[in-house]
Structure formats: structure tokens, C-alpha cells
């Protein structure tokens, strides 16, 4: 009985670990989505800048 009871406490710990390592893989896929969408966001601001200058000088 203590050796079922030691493999249920085991099979918690390890399902516990696996849940912990999951959130911070998909917390990690989150930093990168949010870093890629500030860059994309930089790109844009930039482009804008360049755009209203060709305008502006054109006219």
C-alpha cells in the first residue's frame, strides 16, 4: 500500500512539473509574439516617418 501511495504522490509531482514546464513554454511563445509584434510595430512607425516625408517633399 505505501508503494501505491508513493507512486500516486510521484505521478502528482511529475504531472505538476509537466503543467509548470508547459506554462513557461507557452510563456516564452508569448515574450516572442509580444517582442515580434513591437518590432513589426517599429517597422510601421518607421515607414510611416518615411512615407510622410516623400509626401511632404513632393508637394
Known amino acids: ?4 501511495r508513493f507512486l500516486a504522490l510521484w505521478a502528482l509531482f511529475l504531472a505538476i512539473n509537466m503543467a509548470q514546464a508547459y506554462a ?9 509574439v509580444e517582442k515580434s509584434g513591437n518590432e513589426v510595430d517599429d517597422m510601421g ?6 512615407f510622410a516625408q516623400d509626401f511632404f517633399s513632393q508637394n
Open 45 to 50: 512607425k518607421d515607414l510611416d516617418k518615411i
Open 1 to 4: 500500500m505505501n508503494s501505491l
Open 24 to 32: 513557461n513554454w507557452i510563456n516564452d511563445i508569448g515574450a516572442e
